[in-house]
């Protein structure tokens, strides 16, 4: 047997499957792009004073007035389309991993913890968390933001509490399986404080079905963040996510100017797409029932 | 001969991501009817796939690539599912360690025993619940009618083991193959079983291949004893002359190892070492790595050396015997 | 002889919460049986400094459960385990264990190791936090407990899973043992291992006795094993004690029915080619759910006279210092 590291196994597997490959490489491509951002797109879309109404609703190719050309059209307010989504794709990412990331350290925390102290406690808390899931997470959104007002934290915060829930409930049934396993009675055996126990053993063997839900939720959010963008309760109009975009170019539908409104979607529908692949094989992955 | 089951050089591999296991790797042995052979070996050392392989019953990755099982004259090797679905509780039956592999949770005993039944004769429901009744009384199930209503998860361990070595004797089958079947079990219930089960194999004439890890249990069951180490059946012969003179160092060292052996307090002799991964043993004689005779010969395969009722699979056999070459 | 450890009248309840259907019944007038496992029911036990007790029963009687209260990782519903002394578990609502001095070792080596983390730390986490090494001695503190259980310093730097079970339970040994323990409890240490390797195990228990002088209890339902490796047995049925003694006058002469019935059924290595003759003891385990009345064990015993139905036999200590729950005892055989 060759030793590999785990990870290194986890890897090979990963990339026999030729589908989730490609898709990984969509996400990290995406990333790469919204992170790199303002040195390759050709225009600022932030910057007002770049921008001039005559380039404005133009088709895709249009060669504009600063000379370089709109490969995928520009939009109402002449904007470039290609920089306005990759600076979307920026917003988006950031709110979605931020949220994700918050999301998960609350909801593994607070389900661990339950399940670890038991009793009454963990009762209330799981039952409180039954209770918030058996609500629709966009509905919670939505209350919340309009409740906390727009900005990018605000958002973030609405995201979280909406989907703190899914992570909770995960690591909960995680860890109440190896709260009863025979190392965590050893390591309750030595002087070692409660919460060590909790975060250096039981949380740590939590973690493969946390990270299936992890990259799940971070498609969702993006979704979530742009569903109320789309509704205008998201990030302000200067700052145009992929939601705020889809929502401007609505109008022009009808009118035949498909791209405004379609090169957002088509990108945010690719990302979110792409990400759920990585994540079905990841959870594919880490299911011991289908292991061969 | 006229044996009622004749494996020759049986194998069983299986296609893994670390490599090609052989768990069954030239497994060659024989058993009359009515006799009842133990077939002991640790974990890893094939038994269990040997037992599977018997009833056509491996899963892929794993797959029998080479051998021959003769059972009454007919090769199972290379026939159809549908065939050998046909001869499995008919002329083969298998239990298991854990009866839930044989017991479905949501069917009372009586219709399990009833379709058990169905699958390979015309029945009515009152002969079928008759047949099943008088079955459950004999391998020990007290009020066995008022058993036939209830549900697998109504009854003990030991009691749902016994329902299903009911349902593998209502056919009467020539062979029964069990994996096992008192391991998970306390030794007062195993004790009970034991003694049923070899009277019931005598009733019915039925044989027995008794797999486990447990030489004593074997000892007590079985007239010829096989002992298996790394896919391959290192040695084999009647139960008390293998196990007062055993062949293979293997053999000597499973008993040595036994805590009855030595005065109480004392260190037990131990096999050094461990059980070789089946994906990547050893040139040569497998247990040569942990075996105190081992020498250069030793880096060569020893064959199977047999004598008219004993067989060894040794460059340096123990004992006197004089094995031939 | 002076008694490290010290039971006084363990009892364990486990009652699961009345459901729903028990509720309504309630509700509607219908009497409850409450569902309440005593699954150790007032056992008083001593084991003396240097002493390997051997605790034998079949599944389900609470031996493990006895193992776990005394090793201070479950807290007994009524009654004191104490060490010299001193309770293992402090009280109040969330007891905690308040002695480092007693250690476990498990059953399922592949369960009761972290498998996240590399070997050298699953071992010295525990002196660590104790204080019984600094983090800068704590890597030869962890390369001197693996060679005493007879591992390879590197294994140090690996993770469980590089391990066989043998070597699992080496390791489980060595981190009970770097916490420098008067007294072990092994649970079933060597159950689920092959025979070849238990017998490595068995060895390493024996040195450790000899070399570290520890006192130890051994939890097993392996007859042989237990009378390989311990100095008295304790014989458990269905949460209570019927039988203690020195080894070798438990084995060769039982007093208790069931010890006898368990020493008949248990499997002997057969050399000759006689048919072997089965005394296998009659009927099923009860349920512990609903235990018979009187002695527990009337029911399956050879033995059994009206009283038995109806009074409970104490454990009494006779004068050779042998403890019996009978009321009509086997005489010498």
């Keep these: 047997m060759n030793a590999t590291s785990p990870v290194g196994r986890f890897w090979r597997e990963f990339c026999e499957n030729r589908v989730a490959l490609a898709a990984l490489v969509v996400v990290a491509a995406t990333i790469l792009l919204a992170i790199l951002a303002p040195f390759v797109v050709p225009q600022n879309p932030y910057d007002l004073a770049s921008l001039a109404l005559i380039d404005a609703r133009r088709p895709p190719g249009y060669v504009g007035r600063s000379g370089f050309v709109h490969w995928l059209g520009t939009d109402a307010q002449g904007r470039d389309l290609l920089s306005a989504i990759l600076y979307g794709l920026r917003i988006s990412l950031q709110v979605g991993l931020a949220a994700g990331a918050l999301a998960f350290a609350i909801g593994a925390t607070l389900g661990a913890v339950a399940a670890f102290v038991g009793g009454r406690v963990e009762t209330a808390l799981m039952r409180f968390v039954d209770l918030q899931l058996s609500f629709p997470a966009i509905l919670l959104a939505l209350v919340l933001v309009a409740v906390l007002g727009p900005g990018r934290g605000q958002l973030i915060a609405a995201l979280v509490a909406a989907q703190y829930a899914y992570f909770a409930r995960t690591a909960h049934g995680a860890a109440a399986a190896e709260r009863a396993k025979d190392y965590v009675s050893a390591a309750l055996s030595t002087p070692i404080p409660a919460w060590q126990v909790v975060f250096r053993h039981i949380l740590p063997n939590c973690l493969p079905p946390l990270i299936v839900v992890a990259t799940l939720q971070v498609a969702n959010s993006i979704a979530l963040e742009a569903t109320l963008s789309f509704l205008g309760l998201g990030l302000p109009v200067t700052e145009p996510s992929l939601g705020m975009l889809i929502a401007n170019g609505f109008q022009y539908m009808l009118s035949g100017r498909y791209w405004i409104s379609i090169y957002p979607g088509v990108a945010l529908i690719l990302l979110i797409v792409a990400i759920n692949l990585v994540g079905d094989q990841v959870r594919d992955q880490l299911n011991p029932r289908l292991k061969r | 001969m006229n044996a009622l089951l004749a494996v020759e050089n049986l194998a069983t591999h299986f296609a893994t991501r670390n490599g090609l296991v052989k768990a069954v790797d030239g497994v060659s042995f024989h058993l009359d009817a009515g006799e009842i052979v133990g077939l002991v070996g640790e974990s890893g050392s094939g038994k269990t796939v040997t037992g599977f392989s018997l009833l056509g019953l491996v899963d892929a990755p794993g797959r029998i690539v080479g051998g021959s099982i003769k059972l009454e004259g007919r090769e199972l090797v290379g026939l159809p599912q549908a065939e050998l679905r046909k001869l499995r509780g008919r002329r083969v039956a298998m239990v298991f360690q854990d009866p839930s592999a044989t017991l479905n949770p949501v069917l009372t005993i009586e219709t399990q025993m009833r379709l058990a039944l169905e699958a390979h004769e015309r029945v009515g429901a009152a002969a079928a619940r008759d047949r099943s009744a008088d079955l459950l009384t004999r391998v020990g199930i007290p009020d066995a009618r008022r058993r036939l209503e209830t549900y697998p998860h109504q009854l003990s361990g030991g009691m749902r083991q016994r329902v299903a070595i009911a349902i593998a004797l209502l056919n009467r089958p020539s062979l029964i193959v069990c994996d096992e079947p008192t391991t998970a079990l306390d030794v007062s219930i195993q004790a009970q079983i034991l003694a049923q089960m070899k009277a019931l194999a005598a009733d019915f004439g039925t044989a027995l291949i008794w797999i486990s890890h447990d030489l004593a249990t074997v000892s007590a069951l079985a007239s010829r004893i096989l002992v298996m180490y790394a896919g391959r059946i290192v040695e084999e012969g009647p139960t008390g002359e293998v196990l007062r003179k055993p062949a293979h160092p293997y053999t000597q060292g499973l008993l040595d190892s036994l805590p009855s052996i030595a005065a109480p307090g004392e260190d037990l002799r131990q096999i050094p070492g461990s059980t070789p991964s089946l994906a990547n043993l050893p040139e040569g004689c497998a247990f040569a790595p942990r075996c105190a005779f081992a020498d250069a010969a030793c880096k060569s395969a020893p064959a199977t050396r047999r004598t008219a009722t004993r067989a060894v699979r040794c460059h340096h056999p123990l004992g006197e015997v004089a094995w031939p070459l | ?333």
């Design chain 3, 1 to 333: 002889m002076a008694a490290l450890i010290a039971c006084q009248n363990l009892v364990k309840r486990f009652s699961s919460p009345p459901q729903l259907g028990d509720r309504l019944a309630r509700l509607l007038g219908r009497p409850v049986r409450p569902r309440t496992v005593y699954a150790v029911d007032d056992v008083s036990l001593e084991i003396a400094e240097g002493e390997v007790l051997g605790l034998v029963g079949e599944s389900g009687c609470g031996k493990s459960t006895l193992g776990r209260m005394i090793a201070g990782i479950q807290p007994p519903s009524a009654g004191l385990a104490l060490l010299d002394g001193v309770p293992v578990m402090g009280g109040g609502r969330s007891p905690v264990k308040t002695t480092t001095r007693v250690q476990m070792i498990f059953q399922d080596p592949f369960a009761s190791l972290d498998p996240r983390m590399r070997i050298g730390d699953i071992v010295a986490e525990g002196p660590i936090a104790n204080g019984l090494v600094s983090r800068a001695e704590a890597a030869a503190d962890t390369a001197k407990w693996l060679a005493a259980v007879g591992l390879d310093p590197t294994a140090a730097q690996r993770y469980p899973h590089q391990f066989s079970g043998g070597q699992r339970q080496r390791v489980a040994i060595a981190r009970a043992l770097a916490m420098r323990p008067d007294i072990l409890v092994c649970d079933e240490p060597v159950a689920s291992l092959d025979v070849s390797i238990q017998a490595q195990i068995i060895n390493l228990f024996l040195k450790l006795k000899r070399d570290l002088g520890l006192t130890m209890l051994f939890i097993s339902h392996d007859l042989g094993l237990v009378r390989h490796i311990s100095d008295r047995v304790a014989i458990m049925y269905l949460g209570k004690l019927v039988e203690t003694g020195a080894t070798q006058a438990v084995f060769e002469n039982p007093r208790h029915p069931y010890t006898r019935a368990l020493l008949d059924s248990m499997p002997k290595l057969r050399l000759d080619d006689a048919d072997v003759d089965f005394k296998p003891i009659d009927g099923e385990l009860p349920s512990p759910l609903a235990p018979p009345p009187g002695c527990h064990f009337h029911l399956r015993c050879p033995g059994m006279r009206p009283a038995c139905r109806t009074a409970v036999p104490e454990l009494i200590r006779s004068v050779d210092g042998r403890e019996l729950a009978c009321h009509y005892p086997l005489v010498g055989g």
